[in-house]
């Protein structure tokens, strides 16, 4: 932060001191011969080639960027349409790429081509149908591609049905934390709404204790899903727009008070595949190794990092959003039915805290 204030300052500086500099320039007389305004061949020819340079600077920094910040982009998906997504995208950046590498370097070269030059008169060119048509069909095709391509993926991961038995999860975000909430044994949520929360006997979410479905249901602090397994996440706020992010399924959704809104996915990876992912190792041993000068200068939050997905908030919700997360575990089937058999139900809980 120092570092980059000194150099903003410094910059800020520069810019006063040129902007002085002009200043002065302009309240000079000027009596000279050819120390005219009038931009000379030798100016033109100049300008000219730092077009080149400045075409040489932004395709540099480009892989300069990719080079250095590559690492930080999301690893593979760890979700069934998370593969869909990320070709879509794929394909997008490679389509923009391709034409950004293509058309900077023909408007770098025409400014360098056509700069100006003594006796050079401009060419009047009306129109030229044949070109025109050319430049409007190419963009056109491409963008309707990409465009029924995405709204194709975007059809599909929103098509929230019932078939193949999902899990039904409800994700309930308030300032600052989530939980979530399995439907028990019936795979059924009971009814729940903000006006029944009471706080003193646990009942967090606002569920109806007279609905028989929701007897079972199982609150937890911590989201275990079933690997290759679709789950239907239903999701309600109590307070403030939320928006549930799930960066490793490829998902997010809002949530949203007074309404339920719904987002579903079938998790391919579990987190202990995950943490044997090269990328993902390889992450780890950065991380800690931050971590640990942070160790060797007492600093906090300084004890070694083990991958997990989580689930985050990415809605800026208040004080605390960039702390609001929730642990998701992927383990097997087997793995998912011992840990959900050790939960207490919302009944459990509610019959414990009668007086
Ligand atoms: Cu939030």
């Known amino acids: 932060m120092t570092a980059f204030l000194t150099i903003t300052v410094l910059v800020l500086v520069a810019i006063a001191i040129w902007q002085m500099t002009k200043i002065f320039e302009l309240?000079?007389?000027?009596?000279?011969?050819?120390?005219?305004?009038?931009?000379?061949?030798?100016?033109?020819?100049?300008?000219?080639?730092?077009?080149?340079?400045?075409?040489?600077?932004?395709?540099?920094?480009?892989i300069f960027s990719f080079w250095k910040y590559g690492k930080f982009i999301l690893p593979e998906a760890a979700s069934e349409h998370g593969g869909e997504y990320d070709s879509l995208m794929l394909w997008t950046f490679v389509?923009?790429?391709?034409?950004?590498?293509?058309t900077q370097a023909l408007l770098h070269y025409f400014a360098f081509k056509y700069r100006g030059e003594?006796?050079?008169?401009?060419?009047?060119f009306a129109d030229n149908d044949r070109l025109e048509?050319?430049?409007?069909?190419?963009?056109?095709?491409?963008?309707?591609?990409?465009?029924?391509?995405?709204?194709?993926?975007?059809?599909?991961?929103?098509d929230i049905n019932d078939e193949d038995d999902p899990l039904i999860v409800e994700l309930y975000a308030q300032q600052f934390n989530w939980t979530a909430r399995y439907g028990g044994a019936d795979n059924v949520l009971g009814e729940a709404n903000v006006r029944l929360i009471d706080i003193d006997r646990a009942n967090v979410l606002g569920l109806d204790e007279s609905d028989p479905n929701g007897v079972d249901d199982i609150l937890v602090k911590e989201l275990h899903l079933p690997v290759g397994r679709k789950v239907n996440f239903k999701f309600r706020s109590q307070d403030v727009l939320h928006s549930a992010y799930m960066p490793h399924f490829r998902a997010q959704m809002n949530c949203v008070p007074g309404m339920v809104t719904e987002f579903s996915f079938t998790p391919t990876v579990t987190t202990a595949e995950m943490r044997q992912r090269p990328e993902i190792i390889d992450k780890v041993q950065r991380t800690n190794a931050?971590?640990?000068?942070?160790?060797?200068?007492g600093e906090p939050n300084s004890d070694p990092w083990e991958f997990d997905y989580v689930l985050l908030c990415n809605k800026i919700c208040g004080k605390s959003?960039?702390?609001?997360?929730?642990?998701?575990?992927?383990?097997?089937?087997?793995?998912?039915?011992?840990?959900?058999?050790?939960?207490?139900?919302?009944?459990?809980t509610m019959a414990s805290m009668q007086p």
Do not use: C
């Not at 389509?95 to 293509?102: D, E, G, H, K, L």
């Not at 931050?290 to 200068?297: F, K």
């Open 27 to 62: 309240s000079q007389v000027r009596a000279k011969a050819g120390n005219s305004e009038v931009a000379t061949e030798e100016d033109n020819r100049y300008n000219g080639y730092l077009m080149f340079l400045f075409l040489v600077f932004i395709y540099g920094i480009t």
């Open 95 to 102: 389509i923009i790429f391709i034409v950004q590498i293509i």
């Open 118 to 124: 003594e006796g050079r008169k401009a060419l009047f």
């Open 133 to 158: 048509f050319i430049w409007t069909i190419i963009p056109v095709i491409v963008l309707a591609g990409l465009i029924l391509w995405g709204l194709y993926t975007w059809t599909s991961i929103m």
């Open 290 to 297: 931050l971590r640990a000068e942070r160790a060797a200068a």
């Open 321 to 348: 959003h960039y702390n609001m997360q929730l642990k998701i575990v992927v383990e097997t089937e087997e793995e998912y039915q011992a840990w959900i058999e050790s939960q207490q139900t919302f009944g459990q």
